[in-house]
């Protein structure tokens, strides 16, 4: 077990893609004869299955092609039902197995169901703390699987792993261990996969860390601290790390609290740090929104939506005057995550305005504003086919096209409905968690030909 003391460092200004696969090898020898066994121990099961809330490939990217583009509340809706509790976490989906997060019973609570929607099962893992902000709950955090297991965490601190048929394979609670949470808002914050490990990372006022955890057992594996001193609400992330490969290394990006810090997997020690996010100290630049890779190039959205930087991967130490290749005031987002792919940015604002921009250099391909509308966008975008989804917090839906051609390929609907979960797309359908249901939405083409 390996701890290590990262200090505070102040601010000088005044501040992936997901392994997918491990690799082991066994060696057989009986009577002289040598086998060699190549095991390929797929983290998320298959490429096309959704095994964290930024899908597959860990940047807004799905798989496959045949989605609807249109639905209602009595069109191209293959099922609907009623989740057992309120909760804005988003769903993930392995082994035909669609698995989230909500309050069962005053419990902080796991459920599984099969893709017909029919409930396989369900685990809980100890007293639900309340949100405080009506897009809050008790278990924000998505869940994420490397395909044998299934780690959550919650509000309260309760941290825990099942397996796909609900066994309890161990549990703990990070505060009781490390401290309580001292967010002003709800723990939204979800477990990331290295190839190793399970990592938590903890960005709040008062003592910040980044730790890692063993997959099998939950043993603290490393911890480091993460303090950057920054003021007050701005010291708070709710954002999620990124895992992805720089130069053959396995990396955790870290935004939040008026820095990107980069640190290697294997013992959290810190590669390299950008300060200087917020340059005049404001008090209150919390952050919500996850930094997202494309190839070598770090996009951090920041500023409560006012910033997005780009920043080159690699370097050493204090990377401010040689690694930012640009940094631009908007479009950028305060709780939506861009997607990244191709050398491409997708933004999608707080208030429906969504950009493409180059992420070499930051320029503006395309925009278009969305209608006005009092109801936000907290639910990240997705690319999928040729289309960016994006859904509003009132649940209606837009599809835009990510090529050339109008920009507005269909407007789609829900009533009565609240959404800040991102939809989920595996196989052909999507799935749309709401705080109060889950919804399976087919086309009317791919529902003809089962």
Not at 30 to 52: E, I, N, Q
Not at 187 to 215: E, I, M, R
């Amino acid at each position: 077990m390996v701890f290590m003391q990262a200090g505070n460092r102040h601010n000088p200004f005044g501040k992936p893609l997901l392994l997918f696969a491990e690799l082991g090898y066994t060696m057989l020898m009986r009577a002289g004869l040598v086998l060699f066994t190549l095991h390929f121990c797929l983290l998320t099961a298959t490429a096309s299955d959704w095994p964290s809330w930024r899908g597959p490939h860990g940047n807004g990217t799905a798989e496959g092609d045949g989605y609807a583009i249109s639905w209602s509340d009595s069109t191209n809706i293959a099922w609907k039902i009623d989740l057992p509790g309120k909760a804005g976490s988003t769903p993930i989906v392995a082994h035909d197995r669609l698995i989230l997060t909500c309050g069962i019973d005053g419990k902080n609570g796991v459920v599984c169901y099969d893709l017909q929607g029919k409930e396989l099962w369900r685990a809980t893992f100890g007293e639900e703390r309340a949100g405080k902000h009506r897009k809050g709950s008790g278990c924000n955090p998505s869940p994420v699987t490397d395909g044998k297991s299934i780690f959550v965490y919650y509000k309260n601190g309760d941290f825990a792993a099942v397996d796909f048929d609900g066994k309890v394979l161990w549990q703990r609670n990070l505060q009781k261990d490390y401290g309580e949470d001292t967010l002003w808002w709800d723990l939204g914050t979800s477990p990331v996969l290295t190839s190793q490990h399970v990592v938590v990372a903890c960005v709040q006022t008062g003592p910040s860390y980044l730790a890692a955890f063993n997959k099998q057992t939950g043993e603290t594996v490393w911890k480091v601290d993460r303090n950057t001193g920054a003021p007050e609400e701005a010291a708070q992330t709710y954002a999620t790390p990124v895992v992805t490969t720089h130069n053959g290394q396995e990396q955790i990006i870290v935004l939040g609290a008026d820095q990107v810090t980069c640190h290697s997997a294997a013992d959290g020690k810190e590669l390299w740090f950008l300060a200087g996010m917020n340059p005049d100290q404001d008090k209150y630049f919390r952050s919500i929104s996850s930094p997202v890779v494309s190839g070598d190039i770090l996009i951090a959205p920041y500023s409560r939506g006012k910033t997005i930087t780009a920043i080159r991967m690699g370097g050493s130490g204090d990377i401010s005057k040689t690694h930012v290749l640009w940094r631009k005031d908007g479009p950028s987002a305060d709780v939506p995550t861009p997607v990244a792919v191709d050398g491409l940015v997708y933004v999608c604002t707080d208030k429906g305005t969504v950009a493409c921009l180059k992420a070499e250099s930051g320029e503006e391909v395309w925009s278009v504003e969305l209608e006005k509308n009092r109801n936000a966008y907290s639910a990240s975008p997705v690319l999928v086919d040729g289309h960016v989804y994006v859904v509003r917090e009132d649940g209606k839906a837009f599809v835009l096209n990510a090529g050339p051609g109008d920009r507005i390929a269909a407007e789609n609907s829900l009533d009565d409905e609240f959404v800040v979960a991102t939809p989920v797309f595996v196989g052909g359908n999507i799935y749309l968690r709401t705080f109060d249901r889950l919804y399976c939405i087919q086309s009317s083409s791919r529902a003809a030909a089962q």
